[in-house]
């Protein structure tokens, strides 16, 4: 189904820009957790967003987003996803979200979808699950082989591998997207500038982490949406939508590359905001 949100505006170059620009703008962006006693106009209080960006990106990649979630008074959180391993990953979201005092929104990008899945399992306070071009696993699967159970992704020829020693002496690999290919293969539908910063700003992922198995997922348990990128290079439609429907998410569907908090932050924006709605 496709949306029109009623937050969308027309984003420039120089706004997309803003997006990739993390020193200026995450200190407006990024809220303390006891951001979650703001309240609305009319005195109720409203559920704190958690954000969690994937692979390949970092918390700036959400600052159109959070701009748009903090005008319609949200307290919000751009959560730094360590992208180490999944287990570890989702531990640590886990203390961000016990820090939170009242109702949470819990959003994932991409690989961060695997994180919430994991991390919101027995945290009381998360109210909904949000899925932006995410993997939403269960028990027993990993990323990798839920992106290669069907057709369309061309991630793995455009990664540089890059090796790098652990704390016991032994041997993990980094991935990050070829700089070059970055635009094609992440963000295609963002303007060319912004996403050679996207590409030299990124976060590597281990490849641990993305073979990792997820635990039990808490989609079982909580109410989730999904926003599903119809043009995605990274996480192919049928998957997300398999993944959505299984999960019996409410689903959206856009006509947007893999990233989709900076093509389209209105449209994210929307279905957090109705999620946050629907739990209240």
């Known amino acids: 189904m496709q949306r029109h949100s009623p937050f969308r505006n027309l984003l420039t170059p120089l706004s997309l820009m803003a997006t990739v620009t993390a020193a200026g703008l995450l200190a407006v962006a990024v809220a303390p957790a006891g951001a979650a006693r703001g309240r609305n106009t009319s005195g109720d209080r409203k559920p704190t967003v958690v954000l969690v960006h994937g692979a390949f990106a970092e918390s700036s990649s959400w600052n159109e987003v959070v701009k748009t979630l903090k005008r319609h008074d ?158 995605d290079l990274n996480i192919p439609r049928a998957a997300q939508l398999f993944m959505a429907e299984r999960a019996r998410a409410h689903v959206v569907e856009i006509h947007s590359s893999h990233a989709a908090s900076v093509s389209h932050p209105d449209d994210v924006a929307d279905i957090i905001d109705k999620a946050a709605r629907a739990v209240r």
């Open 74 to 231: 949200y307290p919000v959180v751009a959560a730094a996803n360590p992208l180490r391993g999944l287990a570890s990953d989702a531990a640590h979201i886990r203390s961000l979200l016990a820090s939170i005092d009242g109702p949470v929104v819990l959003v994932g990008h991409s690989y961060g979808g695997s994180v919430i899945t994991n991390a919101a399992h027995g945290s009381d306070n998360v109210k909904a699950l949000v899925y932006i071009a995410a993997f939403m696993p269960d028990l027993g699967e990993s990323a990798v082989e839920l992106s290669a159970r069907f057709p369309g992704s061309s991630l793995g020829s455009a990664l540089r591998r890059v090796p790098f020693t652990l704390p016991d002496g032994s041997q993990g690999v980094d991935l990050l997207i070829e700089q070059d290919r970055f635009h094609h293969q992440f963000a295609a539908d963002v303007h060319p500038y912004t996403t050679s910063l996207m590409a030299a700003t990124q976060r590597p992922v281990t490849a641990a982490a993305l073979e990792e198995a997820s635990g039990e997922p808490a989609w079982k348990s909580v109410p989730s949406w999904a926003l599903v990128t119809g043009e």
